[in-house]
């Protein structure tokens, strides 16, 4: 079975700072692992994915993610927050079991402070 | 090249009445899901169409809900009747195979919000 859980609700940043969302998931087999963006009033964005080759995935707007097999950890980041990154990400994960339906984490709220 | 469209992207309807959502895949895209977000919880599986045939649906929560794929193109997923925890946000996605490589990833529409009252 597959599971995928983020850590926090809601993360706050102050723009320019550092954004760290973190996500770990439970894969029996090899995972393909996403990361959607939902903005207010849209629907579910492909921010990145990863799914085989070089761990450190870079997506749009300027977020990459970086796959950690032993840590189990798929976290996202951004090295400087912009107000328009205001919005609830979504990790998740996908594989050869379920016939590829996405199965997604909780969700996590980012706030940005001016 | 047009994306998952949804079909309504809102809808309130009274406790006991029917509600049926539509979904129209990306063109040529054999793998149709349905999931739902309930208020505050996470985004959960419900169905999953090969063409027209249910591959999996493990998720549908009750048989008050019917999902169907005519001709393998559009779904529609009905409610009927509704109750007041079927609101929430109804996403639909679609992938496509490539030659037996399952494709891995999932493009998604906008969502219908329905609201039961």
Redesign the interface.
């Known amino acids: 079975a597959q599971s995928v859980t983020q850590l926090g609700s809601h993360v706050s940043v102050s723009e320019g700072a550092l954004v760290l969302l973190r996500c770990n998931y439970s894969s029996s087999v090899p995972p393909?692992l996403?990361w959607?963006v939902q903005y207010p009033n849209?629907?579910?964005?492909?921010l990145l994915?990863y799914?085989t080759g070089a761990t450190l995935v870079k997506g749009i707007n300027g977020f990459e993610a970086e796959f950690k097999k032993s840590e189990t950890s798929f976290h996202l980041t951004k090295p400087s927050a912009h107000m328009s990154d205001a919005a609830e990400y979504?990790c998740a994960v996908?594989g050869?079991t379920?016939?590829?339906?996405?199965?997604?984490?909780?969700?996590t709220r980012l706030f940005v402070k001016a | 090249e047009a994306g998952v469209t949804q079909f309504p992207s809102h809808s309130v309807i009274e406790k006991g009445q029917t509600v049926t959502l539509r979904c129209d895949p990306i063109s040529g895209h054999d793998n149709l899901y349905w999931y739902r977000r309930v208020m505050g919880k996470e985004i959960k599986f419900l169905l999953h169409f090969v063409k027209e045939s249910k591959q999996d649906e493990s998720g549908m929560p009750n048989n008050r809900f019917l999902a169907e794929r005519t001709g393998g193109t559009y779904s529609t997923l009905k409610v009927q009747p509704a109750e007041l925890e079927d609101s929430g946000v109804y996403f639909c996605a679609s992938s496509q195979d490539r030659g037996g490589i399952v494709n891995t990833e999932a493009f998604f529409g906008q969502g219908t919000r329905l609201t039961v009252v």
């Not at chain 1, 849209?42 to 492909?46: A, E, H, R, S």
């Not at chain 1, 379920?98 to 969700?107: D, E, R």
């Open positions: 393909y996403f959607y849209q629907g579910l964005q492909l994915k799914t979504f996908s050869f379920g016939g590829f339906k996405t199965i997604f984490g909780a969700g």
